[in-house]
C-alpha cells in the first residue's frame, strides 16, 4: 500500500527524510522512499519562520517512528537561536576587547601599608631620590597617605604609602616580589643606603647571564627594591613584580582585559622560573611594567596584608568591569561614584587575586587640581 508523506512547502529546501532511512523493514510500503505530495492544511500554508519554535499538531499522516514535522522544526529552531547567541556573544567580546586595547590607560600608583610612615619617607627621599609629591590624613577612617615619586602624578608612576593609625607592621607573604627603579648609578645609590643604615640584599654586579648591574635593597617595612642601571629615563620607577601559578593564563588576562602588551618573556630553567613583561607602550625602558614571575610548579602564593594594590586610570570604570568579568576577572567593588570625593572607581582582582583599582581618568585628574 503506498504511503503519504505530509510536507511544508516551507520545508521544501530541507526535505523531511523518507522511512526507508530509519527502518529495517523488508516489506514494500517501506523499503523505498515514496512520492512526496502537498497537502493543503494550516500547517502547509504557513511560513517557515512561523513554524521554528512552535508546538504544531501531529499529522495523521506521519510515519511511526519518524520525528514529526514539529520536533524537526523546533529542534531546527533551538538550532537558531543557540547559533545566534553564540554569534551575539563573540560579537560582544570582540567589542570588549577593542575597548580594553583602546582605552586611554596607564598605570598611576602601587598602593602598600607601612608601619612608619614618616620613617619610610625619610629613606625614599633620602635613598632612593624621591620627592614627597602629596600627603593626606584622614583622621575619621584612621589613616594617611603619602605619595613619592620621581616627577608630578599627571604623568608618572608614583608611590601611595599608606599608614593605618596604630598599626606597625605587615605580613608581605609569598607572592609581592619587588619594585624596579633606574638609576644611573647603582653602586652609588647602595652606597648611600648603607651610610643611611639602610639594608642592602644584594650587592651590585651583573645580573646573571647576563649584563645589566643590579642590586637589592630593603625598605624599613622589608619591601624589596631592584636596582637597575640605565641610562636616565622619563620613568624610573619601572617595574613592579607580582608572581603568578599560571604565566600563560596571567599575561593573557593582562592582555585582554586590561588592555596591556607583553613586551618581553624570558625563561631561565637553571633557576626554574620564566618571567614576562606586560605594561602600556612599546618601550619597556620608557614606562612601568608588570613583571609577572612564574616559578616551576608553584601554583600558589600567600598575599600577606601589607601589599595592597595597582592604581590605573581608564575613560570608562563600567566598561572596564566588564572587560574584567569578560576574561576571567573577578569584580570586588562594582564601578561607581566613591562617598564624597564622587571619584569613579572599580576594583577587580586578576585570576592569580591581585587586586587593581581603576580610576576615572577626569575625575582623578579633579583630584590634583
Not at 625614599?124 to 605619595?147: H, S, V
Request: proline share 5%; with cysteine.
Amino acid at each position: 500500500m503506498a504511503t503519504t508523506v505530509v510536507t511544508a512547502t516551507a520545508m521544501a529546501q530541507s526535505p523531511l527524510p523518507c522511512a526507508s532511512a530509519f527502518t529495517n523493514s523488508s516489506s514494500a510500503s517501506s523499503s523505498a522512499c515514496v512520492a512526496r505530495v502537498a497537502v493543503r492544511s494550516p500547517v502547509a500554508r504557513l511560513p517557515a519562520s512561523s513554524l521554528l519554535g512552535c508546538a504544531l499538531p501531529v499529522s495523521r499522516w506521519q510515519v511511526p517512528g519518524l520525528p514529526g514535522l514539529s520536533q524537526v522544526l523546533q529542534a531546527k529552531g533551538s538550532g537558531i537561536v543557540a547559533s545566534a547567541a553564540s554569534a551575539e556573544a563573540a560579537t560582544n567580546e570582540d567589542s570588549i576587547l577593542e575597548f580594553a586595547k583602546n582605552d586611554n590607560r596607564r598605570m598611576l600608583h602601587v598602593v602598600y601599608r607601612v608601619g612608619d610612615l614618616d620613617k619610610t619617607i625619610k629613606f625614599y627621599t633620602e635613598c632612593l631620590g624621591m620627592k614627597l609629591l602629596r600627603r593626606r590624613d584622614i583622621p575619621e577612617e584612621k589613616y594617611t597617605n603619602a605619595f613619592l615619586g620621581y616627577g608630578p602624578e599627571e604623568d608618572n608612576f608614583v608611590v601611595e604609602l599608606t599608614y593605618n593609625y596604630g598599626v606597625d607592621k605587615y605580613d608581605i607573604g609569598t607572592g609581592f616580589g619587588h619594585f624596579g627603579i633606574a638609576v644611573e648609578d647603582v653602586q652609588r645609590v647602595v652606597d648611600i643606603v648603607k651610610a643611611k643604615h639602610g639594608k642592602v640584599t644584594r650587592e651590585p654586579g651583573p645580573v646573571k647571564g647576563g649584563k645589566t648591574i643590579i642590586a637589592f635593597v630593603e625598605d624599613p617595612d622589608g619591601y624589596k627594591f631592584e636596582l637597575i642601571q640605565r641610562p636616565r629615563t622619563p620613568e624610573p620607577f619601572c617595574q613592579v613584580m607580582l608572581r603568578v601559578g599560571d604565566l600563560d593564563r596571567a599575561v593573557q588576562f593582562y592582555e585582554k582585559a586590561f588592555g596591556m602588551k607583553e613586551l618581553r618573556r624570558i625563561d631561565i630553567p637553571e633557576q626554574k622560573y620564566t618571567l614576562a613583561m606586560v605594561g602600556y607602550g612599546d618601550d619597556e625602558m620608557k614606562t612601568t611594567v608588570l613583571e609577572l614571575t612564574y616559578n616551576y610548579g608553584v601554583t600558589e602564593y600567600t598575599k600577606g596584608n601589607g601589599y595592597g594594590q595597582i592604581a590605573l586610570g581608564t575613560d570608562d570604570v563600567y566598561k572596564t568591569a566588564e572587560a574584567v568579568k569578560t576574561f576571567g576577572g573577578k569584580i570586588v567593588r562594582e564601578p561607581g561614584p566613591l562617598p564624597i570625593i564622587n571619584t569613579k572607581i572599580t576594583a577587580v582582582l586578576d585570576p592569580d587575586g591581585w587586586k587593581s583599582v581603576f580610576v576615572d581618568n577626569i575625575d582623578f585628574a579633579k583630584e590634583l587640581e
